[in-house]
Each structure stands twice: as structure tokens, then as C-alpha cells.
């Protein structure tokens, strides 16, 4: 599937708040790039975010800003496939990013969604490098070596096609909700994605946390079509979460099972879920207490995919 811009990744490519810091002495060049990721494996979809930081070894005060057809900031990035490699555009190339300023031998730090900038769609490894032009120099400098990223999918555990209600954002289209387990090296992620495969749009794909191996995770649709997830993370410990049709994350609670039950969802009166049957961990009680309890993850939500022509 061929994906069209509909939006200006202006605001997109560089997301999170400047971080001024002290750089550490290098010899090696005039600007030294470093960009990292938090594993190398991923599904299709997921946001993808790189952590890069710029460096002013130049000895003067440096202004990064797009000049002619040279952007100062961007990737590289390539799909390696049967030995050959094939460069991979961005969705929009006539970008434009606000200039930075970086003083003499300090440093600025930010961390960027890759998911929505270029379209790493295919199965298979991609290298990928950070990239940053210095007008005043006319140079380009790069992040080396290139991280390799591998693009794989999940396995399918449960699937379902639902409209849209009248009156919320999208009313009377449909989505598509998949959850999906992915598995990493140390453990098995749970995931959802959410599509309207009629127009081409991600609205997400949440990393909903850690899945025991053996165990399915119970999931439930509400009378406004909303999704209700119940998953076991751990030995007697189980994640709820309820997610709208657009992607957002509306509850998330933690529960322990009881000597005699396991929590399960069942549905009130109302028309929504609940979960019974499992003992509620209140977070205020645990910060209370001082114990740091390992935190629900949710994948960061990536920008949702423009429509197909």
C-alpha cells in the first residue's frame, strides 16, 4: 500500500522539548551525531522512537536551519532485501523543520517518532542513520555505525470489524481492531492496533504490556464499540484497559488474583465492563508504601497514516 502525506511533518520530526547539556570531548568531527533506539525489533505500525542528540564540536556558536534543498536534519534510512538496498524516502520531502541554535561545545537532545516520517511498511531489516547539515560548513554529518530496525508483524490472536457510533469523530465508518502478541527477546509484548482499512488509516498500535506466554487475554466490546482488554502480565497480576475507537487510552488499572478466583470481565448494567473477581492495586497505596511496581506500558501513538490514493 502506497501512503500520501496529509500532514506537514514540520511538527512531527523533532518532538520532544530541547535538552541543553554538557558534550563530552571529541576530536572526531565538527558536529558528532548519536542516535539510539530502545531495541532493534518491531512490528509493523508501532511507533518507532529514536533518541538523537547533536554535539557542537565546531568551536563556535552553531545555527542549524534548512537552506535551498538541504534540510538539516534527517534520516537515512535503507531496506536491505536479498543483498541489494533500497533507499527509502520520506512520506513528504518537501519538509521544513524550525532552526536550533547550539552554543560552542554544548549539546541538544531529542526524541523522534520515525513511525510517521518515512514509511516502514515492508517486512525485513532497514539501516538506519541520523543525519544533520551544518550550512555554515556545507558538511553533513552522520550517526556510525547505522542501527539496524527489524520490521516483522505479530501473531493474530483475535480480530473484529465494528462501526463507528453517530455523533463521535468518524460516526458511521468502521474500524478494525486486532490484538496481536509480538515476541522479543526477554518476554511477550501485547498489542493493539486499530485501522480503517476502507480509508488506509492507522489509528494506533499500542504496546498494551507484557503477556504471560500461556494465557489469552480476555477482550470484550461495549455497547459504544470501545475495547475492553483484560491481560495476565505476570504470575497472579493482570493489566485492564479500555481504549476508544480512535486510538486513546480511556483506563488502565493493575489487579491481583485472589486465592480462589482470577479477575475476569463481566458486563454491568449499563452496557460497558468491569472487572471482578480480582483484587484492585491502587497506585497511591504502592507510592505510599515506596514500592515501585513495574509500570503498564502503552506504545507511544504514532501519527495515523495518511489515506492511500
Given at each position: ?13 523533532l518532538?520532544?522539548?530541547?535538552c ?13 551525531v ?17 533518541t ?96 539496524n ?14 462501526g ?10 468502521t ?6 502478541s ?74 491481583t ?6 479477575p ?5 448494567t ?40
Amino acid at each position: 500500500m502506497i501512503f500520501r502525506p496529509s500532514i506537514r511533518p514540520a511538527a512531527l520530526a523533532l518532538l520532544s522539548a530541547l535538552c541543553v547539556c554538557a558534550a563530552l570531548p571529541d576530536a572526531g568531527a565538527q558536529v558528532r551525531v548519536d542516535f539510539s533506539l530502545r531495541r532493534s525489533l518491531f512490528i509493523r505500525y508501532e511507533p518507532l522512537i529514536a533518541t538523537v542528540t547533536i554535539t557542537n564540536l565546531s568551536g563556535r556558536d552553531l545555527e542549524l536551519a534548512d537552506v535551498d534543498n538541504h534540510k538539516w536534519f534527517s534520516f537515512n534510512i535503507v531496506h536491505v532485501e536479498s543483498g541489494s538496498e533500497a533507499l527509502v524516502p520520506p512520506f513528504n520531502a518537501d519538509y521544513s523543520l524550525t532552526p536550533v541554535q547550539i552554543p560552542a561545545g554544548r549539546s541538544i537532545k531529542r526524541a523522534v517518532n520515525i513511525t510517521p516520517l518515512y514509511p516502514l511498511t515492508e517486512f525485513g531489516i532497514y539501516r538506519v542513520r541520523a543525519t544533520v547539515f551544518d550550512s555554515q560548513s556545507g558538511h553533513f554529518f552522520s550517526s556510525n555505525p547505522p542501527l539496524n530496525v527489524e520490521i516483522t508483524e505479530g501473531r493474530m490472536l483475535w480480530q473484529q470489524t465494528v462501526g463507528v457510533p453517530e455523533g463521535e469523530g468518524g460516526g458511521g465508518k468502521t474500524r478494525t481492531l486486532t490484538l496481536l502478541s509480538h515476541r522479543l527477546p526477554d518476554e511477550t509484548q501485547l498489542y493493539l492496533r486499530i485501522e480503517d482499512k476502507e480509508g488506509g488509516l492507522i489509528y494506533c498500535t499500542h504496546q498494551m504490556g507484557k503477556l504471560v506466554s500461556f494465557s489469552k487475554p480476555e477482550v470484550e466490546i461495549d455497547a459504544n464499540n470501545q475495547i475492553h482488554i483484560l491481560q495476565n502480565t505476570a504470575p497472579r497480576m493482570f493489566l485492564y484497559s479500555k481504549v476508544g475507537l480512535n486510538g486513546q487510552i480511556l483506563d488502565r488499572k493493575e489487579y491481583t488474583a485472589l486465592s480462589d478466583t482470577r479477575p475476569a470481565l463481566r458486563r454491568d448494567t449499563a452496557g460497558g465492563f468491569q472487572v471482578v473477581g480480582g483484587s484492585y492495586v491502587d497506585p497511591n497505596v504502592i507510592a505510599a508504601q515506596k514500592i515501585a511496581p513495574p509500570p503498564p506500558s502503552v506504545g507511544d501513538r504514532p501519527v495515523p497514516l495518511p489515506k492511500s490514493n
